[in-house]
C-alpha cells in the first residue's frame, strides 16, 4: 500500500467533495442515471432487510437509495468532507470516515452485501481494497462492483470530426498499471487523480481475493429506457459505447 498515493488522493477527494455533490445530487448523474444504476438495482435484487455496506459511498447518494429502500446500509469513504456532506443530508444513516482497502470499522463477516460503485479506478490499493470486501462478507453474499472502463477512458475520448463517432488516443500502453492526472471538467477546477489498470487486472483481483464472478455487464441505455435520454447526442453516446463494467461476485461458502 503506497501511504503517500493514498493521502495525496484523499486530499483530492476532501478538495472537491461539494462539487462532487453537486455533480451526483440525490438521483446520481446522467450516466448512473441511464445506464450503470439499473444494472446495479438488477444485480442487487431485493435488499430489503439485508446489511449492505456502500463501499466508496462520497455524499451518499446511493446509501440514502439504499435505505429508502429497505436496507441496513453503512456507507463508508476515506474522505472526511465527503462524509461530513453525507451526514449532513442524512443524520440517521450510519456513516464512517473509513478506507476501503482496510474497512477498519466493519467487522468480519457481517455484511449481507457490498456495493463498490465507482470506486476501484480511484483507489491506488486495488488488491487490498478486494480482498477488505471479501473480508466483511457474509459467507455466499454478493458484492456488486462498477468502475469506470478502463477500455474506452473519457480522457481520451474526442468526437470525430462528423460528430458521428468517437476516437481514443493513448499516451501510453494499455497493460500497464499507472496513476493518470486528468484535467478539470465540468463545474470541477482541481485536476482527477485516477488509476489506469487493464481490465484483466480486475478479473484477476476479484479472483485472488478468493471470488467467484458470476456476471459481468457493460451497461447501456437499453431500448425501453431510450426515452430518459434528454437529447440525440446523449442517446448516441449511450447506446454507442460503454461508459463503466459492472461485475457481480460471490463470496463462496
Known amino acids: 500500500m503506497n501511504t503517500n498515493e493514498i493521502q495525496e488522493t484523499r486530499s483530492f477527494w476532501n478538495r472537491v467533495a461539494d462539487d462532487w ?15 450503470s444504476d439499473p444494472v446495479l438495482w438488477d444485480f442487487a ?15 451518499g447518494y446511493l446509501t440514502r437509495k439504499l435505505s429508502e429502500r429497505g436496507a441496513c446500509v453503512i456507507g463508508v469513504d476515506f474522505s472526511e468532507k465527503m462524509i461530513e456532506v453525507a451526514r449532513a443530508k442524512a443524520p440517521q444513516l450510519d456513516f464512517r470516515v473509513d478506507s476501503c ?14 456495493i463498490s460503485n465507482y470506486v476501484l479506478m480511484d483507489t491506488p490499493d486495488l488488491d487490498e481494497t478486494v480482498h477488505a470486501f471479501y473480508r466483511v462478507l457474509k459467507g ?73 464472478v458470476l456476471q459481468i455487464e457493460e451497461p447501456r441505455l437499453t431500448s425501453d429506457r431510450q426515452h430518459l435520454a434528454l437529447n440525440e447526442r446523449e442517446l448516441q453516446k449511450s447506446t454507442s459505447r460503454p461508459y463503466s463494467v459492472a461485475f457481480k461476485l460471490k463470496k463462496p461458502a
Open 21 to 35: 455533490h453537486e455533480q451526483v445530487g440525490d438521483d446520481g448523474d446522467r450516466n448512473r442515471i441511464l445506464n
Open 45 to 59: 435484487g431485493n435488499i430489503s432487510g439485508l446489511t449492505v455496506l456502500d463501499a466508496g459511498c462520497g455524499t
Open 101 to 114: 482497502s482496510a474497512l477498519s470499522s466493519v467487522q468480519d463477516g457481517s455484511v449481507d452485501l457490498v
Open 140 to 212: 455466499t453474499a454478493i458484492a456488486i462492483i462498477i468502475f469506470s472502463h478502463p477500455c474506452f477512458p473519457a480522457d481520451y475520448a474526442s468526437d470525430t470530426p462528423d460528430g458521428k463517432g468517437v476516437q481514443y488516443r493513448w499516451e501510453f500502453p494499455y497493460f500497464s498499471q499507472r496513476k493518470l492526472i486528468a484535467p478539470p471538467w465540468g463545474h470541477f477546477t482541481s485536476d482527477f487523480i485516477w488509476y489506469h489498470r487493464p481490465l484483466s487486472d480486475y478479473w484477476k483481483a476479484f479472483r485472488t481475493a478468493g471470488f467467484d
